[in-house]
């Protein structure tokens, strides 16, 4: 099938690894002319290179500290006038610690909340002046929105926030013809996923494959996602294919979440 993606221009944020490597790879592949950005340069012009390689499309890469002042509005309005305007912007951002809300102190709500959700906000405020009708936003958040986990409290608070304000975003530019979606990742085979899963280890005593096999165990499927399968169902949900979608909160799970909100 056709997306109709040839020639979007996308920004895909924290992907340099990850969901948002993969993400920024698939679209490529789709034909968008793709920037990616991370905090470390060198590991997102390395994944831009390789973009390129497998793809022959077009990435390029920056470097953003989504939690340092000024630093998003910076990077999508200087993205914005390299490609010419926008089509597609991803929003992202690496995880805050693994902590139960009692091994929490305030120092550590305050940096996650610049982390997850201030930047959330920071991305619509900055990417809205440059997008017109057509034009889609995708938040990407966890399973704890739905089904809080105790040791991501921090990541389970906030991404409930994002996930809020997709809703409200959804609404607000629906008629200018922007989407606003909201991707929910199960147990996605990730690096972020492989370092959760050994501190969950460390906490009960085991090893980090014992817990991934307990973990498949409570999934359907009876297995972890792959970063492809979770980045297949996020091409679609920008692409014009998907234009009568907004406001909609999709699960990659594999069956995981049991609740029916």
Known sequence: ???????????VAAASR????????????????????????SSAESTAARITADTRGIATASQVDVTAPGAIEVWVDSAAKRLGGLD???????????????????????AAYYLTLRSAMSFARAAHPHLGSGAAL???????????????????????GVAALAKTLA????????????????????????ELDSSTADRMGSDADAVRKRNEQTIPL????????????????????????????????????????
Request: proline letters at 6%.
């Open 1 to 11: 099938m056709d997306l109709g993606l040839t020639g979007k221009r996308a920004l």
């Open 18 to 41: 990850g969901l948002g490597a993969s993400i920024a790879h698939a679209l490529a592949a789709e034909g968008c002319v793709v920037e990616i950005s991370s905090r470390d340069l």
């Open 88 to 110: 597609i912007v991803i929003p992202n951002a690496g995880g805050p610690p693994q902590q139960t809300f009692s091994e929490t102190a305030p120092s550590d709500w305050d």
């Open 138 to 160: 995708l938040y990407l958040t966890s399973s704890s929105v739905k089904q809080p986990i105790a040791p991501l409290s921090l990541s389970g608070i906030y991404r409930s």
């Open 171 to 194: 609404s607000e530019w629906a008629s200018e013809g922007i989407r606003v979606n909201h991707l929910i990742p199960g147990r996605i085979a990730t690096e972020r996923l492989t």
């Open 222 to 261: 009876g297995r972890y996602g792959t970063p492809d399968e979770f980045a297949a169902a996020a091409v679609f949900l920008v692409s014009p294919k998907a234009s009568y979608i907004t406001g909609a909160t999709l699960q990659v799970d594999g069956g995981l979440i049991s609740t029916t909100l």
